[in-house]
Every structure is written in C-alpha cells, then in structure tokens.
C-alpha cells in the first residue's frame, strides 16, 4: 500500500525560491504532495518515475532550462506530464512545448484556482498515462526473457504462421518449434495463444 496521498505528487522546479515557496504552500494547502527542487539537474538525479505525479517547472532558469528538461524527459519516454510557468515574453516558447508534449503553461502571477485545476487535469492525465508505461515496462521485462530463436519464433506466431511454416522459416524441426513455444508460454505467463498475443502486441492486441 503505497503512503502517498491519492491526489498524486506534484513536482516544483524553479531557481526562484519564492514561486516554489508559493506553489508548495497553495498546493499542500489542497492536499497534494509537493517536492520542490532548485535546478533541473537536480530534479533528474532524485526523479521516480514510479509515482504518479506531475510537473511544474519554469521555462526560464540558469543551468539546465524547462525546455532541456523537457527533451530529457522525452528521451526517457517519462509519462510525466508538465506545465511549463511562464513570464509575459515567453508565450511563443511555451506554445512551442506544447507541441512536444507539453500539457499546457501558466504566465506569473498566478490565477489560483486556474492553477488548482490545471494541476488537477494534469494528475488525472498521470493516472492513464502511468498505468499504460507501468503495463510496457512489464510487456518488456517479460519480453527480454526470451532468447533471440525464441523471439523469432514469437514474431511468426503473432503473424499467423503455423508450426511447420515456423520451422520452414527458421530451418528447424516442427519439434523444436514446439519446444520453443512451450518456453514462449511459461516465460510470458502465458495460458493460451490470445494471452501471448496481448502480451506481444501490447496495447495493438485485439480486443474480445
């Protein structure tokens, strides 16, 4: 059972130490849980990506910018979804984050309650897009167990192929084709060809 609030954590990166003084006090205010960091890099080196949360960081700040932060992000693949804060001349910038993934960017000062909800929307966002990367981080934790021969014969079967026509392809004996899915079965977890295919296809698996 996990000990964070259910309103999920919100993180606060900011060189100016009043708006991440100001931010952590309206936010745990509503009961969410705030960690404020001073730069960027130091946000990266103490960031879980297991916890559902969201991100508020200035687009402006010496060292590492929002903006670098955010293609940091992006190469991990991080789900974190981010709001860029924002001063009056940075509006073209921040429309340009957005179009990298960026949820959306408040200008200072800051509306209060436009603030709350945006914060709220972005937890909401979290939530679905953690419980997807937790589900891929699985699918490719079991994947990796497979060996090389294994995972080609997995590709076939998710294309269609039946044993002999696996075996034709590969050069092998329909035994060892045989003896390949068994292995694909156990080390997937796998009870049935459509449990196989849900777990090879990820989110592309057909339903029903």
């Not at 994947?143 to 079967?157: D, G, H, M, P, Y």
Request: with cysteine.
């Amino acid at each position: 059972m996990s000990l964070i609030p259910k309103k999920g954590t919100v993180y606060v990166v900011d060189d100016d130490e009043a708006v991440r003084d100001s931010l952590q006090w309206l936010l745990e205010g509503k009961d969410y849980r705030v960690r404020c960091f001073d730069s960027a890099e130091t946000f990266l080196s103490r960031y879980d990506p297991r916890e559902v949360a969201c991100l508020i960081v200035d687009i402006r700040m010496g060292g590492m910018t929002g903006l670098e932060l955010q293609d940091r992000l992006v190469e991990r693949k991080s789900p974190l979804p981010i709001v860029f804060i924002t001063g009056h001349g940075d509006v073209p910038m921040a429309v340009n984050t957005m179009k990298k993934g960026a949820l959306d960017f408040i200008q200072k000062p800051f509306d209060e309650p436009e603030l709350v909800g945006l914060v709220e929307r972005m937890l909401d966002h979290a939530r679905e897009a953690f419980a997807d990367y937790q589900q891929a981080v699985c699918r490719e934790a079991l994947l990796s167990k497979l060996t090389s021969r294994e995972a080609q014969v997995l590709e076939r079967i998710v294309a269609g192929r039946l044993n002999k026509q696996i075996a034709d392809d590969l050069g092998i004996s329909i035994k060892t084709v045989e003896a390949h899915r068994a292995n694909i079965m156990e080390k997937l977890n796998a009870n049935t060809v459509a449990d196989l295919l849900k777990i090879a296809l990820g989110q592309n698996a057909p339903k029903g």
